[in-house]
DNA sequence: GCAAAAGTGTTGGATTTACACCCATGC
DNA sequence: GCATGGGTGTAAATCCAACACTTTTGC
């Protein structure tokens, strides 16, 4: 197994990656099916090299699972429980898959794991999923209609949209979910996914406006029989 | 050196405590000078046992130093750059105490270590500061006033205080800091202390009481020659 | 009575929320 | 013109900061 050659770890830490994209007014996931028999699903994840920044490794994963280099990312919580293992986890896979694995690297994943989480926002017409080494299968997946995730990842992914939600507005950085230019409606439809609830469209428009960070671009004309809206783009420094 | 013996720790993570306590309208951190030649002081630190939650060994680590067992404790952030380590720190801690450490030591030591933060409040009266073993004094500092710390112990400092002033309020996690009863201005004072900041005596008490978790007891008769002011407790449910 | 500090009230401004109205667009 | 959806305005309600006033206490 390439993961494990030519590699220098710190051992017994890893990184999860909540990678968060946005489509079809749904908020979804980056997940993959990992390329064993059996439906094991799982988060983007991956280890430290020992010369490595834990910023510097979990950006590294997202560039691999993503094509991207302009990520917005943040550290959000470590996971420690002693219980926290793979060990429920690889029984059923060696069941499912026996003689699959080599030695070296059962021993390494065999092993009791922190993980510290991380969750990103990209722009999901930019970003192009890759296959990791590992994977069968990755694909984005609507956050409220996730596959079972392996070991703790679906709590994980529960911490990372709390995390997400606390202080949105202020901390200016929904719109890496969106293209470079958008609607007001297509923000607000953003943020109700986000939320997972409603807003007064008018309040809406007056709050993100008053954030003073939107230049207002010229109109789209969708053809529809009604009036066209303005494009908007994100402008941080203001 | 003791620490290590009979142990089964988890290489290369630590953990750091920001302990906060409260006294003469101060806000202090637990700090203790080490063992050693040279003036190195350091944060409450350890490392967890390989069948250990995360959080127990931090409750843990925090029960060594202050004996007490009802402790308020959160997890804020990883510390994990690549120059993380205790390089620097041992170039001169061994200058200056040549052959006072084992091999062991020096090896375990020696390397990059990612450390969890955690942040405790507890109630200073309550908390009896105790030496572990590497430790030569064991004080509380006032938080605007550190002695140098060691490694990076000043930024973990800054970044707990950051996540202790976020949202303390909706918190209800102050009362910590306090003895089991204490009047408005007390608590007023503390608030201050935290952010480092006069409020206004109204709107405090004002907001304070629309918490709904104060209950009001008997006054407190000073001897002063004014108004005597209520004694309040805090009341969790309900 | 008086000074000191605690408790409470009140006002003006800002911010939020709900409701209403006008405008542009394609048929 | 008209239905549709986008943009804006406004009034009520709520929240917040500053000011003022009253009460209690020991001398």
Same mark, same amino acid.
Request: proline letters at 3%; glycine letters at 6%; a negative charge.
């Given at each position: 197994?390439?993961?494990?050659?030519?590699?220098?770890?710190?051992?017994?830490?890893?990184?999860?990656?909540?990678?968060? %994209?946005?489509?079809?007014?749904?908020?979804?996931?980056?997940v993959?099916?990992?390329?064993?028999?059996?439906?094991?699903?799982?988060?983007?994840?991956?280890?430290?090299?020992?010369?490595?920044?834990?910023?510097?490794?979990?950006?590294?994963?997202?560039?691999?699972?993503?094509?991207?280099?302009?990520?917005?990312?943040?550290?959000?919580?470590?996971?420690?429980?002693?219980?926290?293992?793979?060990i %429920?986890?690889?029984?059923?896979?060696?069941?499912l898959?026996?003689?699959?694995? %080599?030695?070296?690297?059962?021993?390494?994943?065999?092993?009791?794991?922190?993980?510290i989480?991380?969750?990103?926002?990209?722009?999901?017409?930019?970003?192009?999923?890759?296959?990791?080494?590992?994977?069968?299968?990755?694909?984005?997946?609507?956050?409220?209609?996730?596959?079972?995730?392996?070991?703790?990842?679906?709590?994980?992914?529960?911490?990372?949209?709390?995390?997400?939600?606390?202080?949105?507005?202020?901390?200016?950085?929904?719109?890496?979910?969106?293209?470079?230019?958008?609607?007001?409606?297509?923000?607000?439809?953003?943020?109700?996914?986000?939320?997972?609830?409603?807003?007064?469209?008018?309040?809406?428009?007056?709050?993100?406006?008053?954030?003073?960070?939107?230049?207002?671009?010229?109109?789209?004309?969708?053809?529809?029989?009604?009036?066209a809206?303005?494009?908007?783009?994100?402008r941080?420094?203001?």
């Open positions: 197994m390439q993961i494990l050659n030519n590699q220098n770890y710190i051992p017994q830490i890893s990184i999860d990656c909540v990678i968060f %994209g946005y489509r079809d007014k749904e908020l979804k996931v980056l993959s099916k990992l390329n064993f028999e059996g439906n094991f699903w799982s988060l983007a994840g991956g280890f430290i090299n020992q010369h490595e920044d834990i910023d510097t490794a979990a950006y590294r994963i997202l560039h691999e699972r993503t094509g991207i280099t302009e990520i917005y990312l943040e550290q959000f919580h470590v996971f420690g429980n002693a219980a926290r293992n793979n %429920g986890f690889f029984k059923k896979l060696i069941e898959n026996p003689g699959t694995m %080599g030695n070296e690297v059962y021993d390494w994943l065999n092993n009791r794991f922190i993980s989480g991380y969750y990103a926002l990209v722009d999901i017409n930019t970003a192009i999923p890759k296959k990791a080494e590992l994977d069968k299968v990755i694909d984005w997946c609507n956050v409220k209609d996730l596959p079972g995730l392996i070991m703790d990842h679906k709590d994980i992914v529960e911490k990372a949209l709390e995390s997400l939600r606390q202080n949105l507005d202020q901390k200016l950085i929904a719109f890496n979910l969106l293209p470079e230019t958008f609607t007001m409606k297509e923000l607000q439809e953003l943020y109700e996914a986000i939320f997972d609830k409603p807003f007064a469209r008018n309040n809406f428009q007056k709050k993100m406006l008053d954030l003073n960070v939107l230049e207002r671009l010229e109109k789209k004309f969708t053809g529809a029989a009604n009036k809206p303005y494009l908007y783009r994100f941080n420094n203001g």
